[in-house]
C-alpha cells in the first residue's frame, strides 16, 4: 500500500492564481482530512469528509473548497491565492470507526505565495 | 473548543537520559489523548493513544500517562537515542463527542549524542 499520496511536493503560485492540491489513499479510508502547518505552529484542520459526498468545514476553511467524489480522492482547492496561504499542508486519512482511531498522514505539499 | 498547550521551547537531552514532554489541555477533558512524531518535512506519525480511563500506556521505550485532573498527558522516552530527536505533537477531540483530533504545535525533543 502507498498509503496516502499528495502532489505536488511543492509549488510557488502569484498572488490571484488558483491551484488544486490532490491527495488519494488507498486504504479504503472513510474519513479524510486536509490541514495546514504554519511554521512554529500546530496543524490547523482545514476541511474534513466522513465518505464520498459528504465534506464540512475545520477551523480554518476561509479561502479552500473541497469535493469527495470518491473514496480515494479528496483535492483541495485554492481559488485566489494570497501570501496568508503559505503554508505545509498535509492531507490525512483514518479508517471507518471514527472516534479513537488515528490519522495517516501523507508527505505535505509545501506552498509559496508570491 | 479545546485549547492544547505544548512546550514551545525545545528540549535538550543526553543520549541514554528519559525525555519527558508535556501535553496540557484548558477546557472539557476528552475521551482520548494521541501522541504523534513528526520529522523535518515529512507528515506526523502516529506513536500511542491513551484512553481516558487509562492511568499509563506503554510501547517499547515510549510512555505515556494521563491525569485527567491535572488536565495533563505526559509523554516519556527512556534510553533517549539521537534517532528519537523530532517535534512530537499531542492531539485530542476537538470538542465533547468528536472524532475530529485537534493538535498541539508540538515540543522539539534534540538528543545529544
Known amino acids: 500500500n502507498a498509503g496516502v499520496t499528495q502532489t505536488p511536493k511543492f509549488r510557488i503560485l502569484k498572488i490571484g492564481q488558483s491551484m488544486t492540491l490532490q491527495c488519494t489513499q488507498d486504504?479504503?479510508?472513510?474519513?479524510m482530512y486536509w490541514y495546514r502547518q504554519d511554521p512554529g505552529m500546530g496543524l490547523k484542520l482545514i476541511y474534513y469528509?466522513?465518505?464520498?459526498?459528504?465534506?464540512d468545514k475545520g477551523e480554518v476553511p476561509n479561502g479552500y473548497n473541497v469535493s469527495r467524489s470518491t473514496t480515494e480522492d479528496f483535492p483541495l482547492r485554492l481559488e485566489l491565492a494570497a501570501p496568508s496561504q503559505t503554508s505545509v499542508y498535509f492531507c490525512?486519512?483514518?479508517?471507518?470507526?471514527?472516534?479513537?482511531?488515528?490519522?495517516?498522514f501523507g508527505p505535505g505539499t509545501r506552498l509559496l505565495v508570491l | 473548543s479545546q485549547k492544547i498547550e505544548q512546550n514551545s521551547e525545545a528540549l535538550n537531552i543526553q543520549e541514554g537520559k528519559t525525555a519527558t514532554l508535556t501535553c496540557n489541555y484548558t477546557n472539557y477533558s476528552p475521551a482520548y489523548l494521541q501522541w504523534y512524531r513528526q520529522d523535518p518535512g515529512r507528515g506526523p506519525v502516529f506513536l500511542l493513544l491513551i484512553r481516558e480511563n487509562e492511568k499509563e500506556k506503554r510501547k517499547e521505550r515510549l510512555k505515556v500517562t494521563f491525569d485527567t485532573t491535572l488536565k495533563q498527558s505526559l509523554f516519556h522516552i527512556t534510553a533517549s537515542q539521537p534517532a528519537d530527536s523530532a517535534t512530537y505533537l499531542c492531539a485530542l477531540p476537538l470538542s465533547g463527542g468528536s472524532y475530529i483530533p485537534t493538535f498541539g504545535r508540538g515540543t522539539s525533543l534534540i538528543v545529544h549524542p
Open positions: 469528509s466522513v465518505g464520498a459526498g459528504i465534506t
Open positions: 486504504m479504503n479510508h472513510n474519513y
Open positions: 490525512a486519512s483514518s479508517p471507518t470507526s471514527g472516534a479513537e482511531e488515528t490519522q495517516y
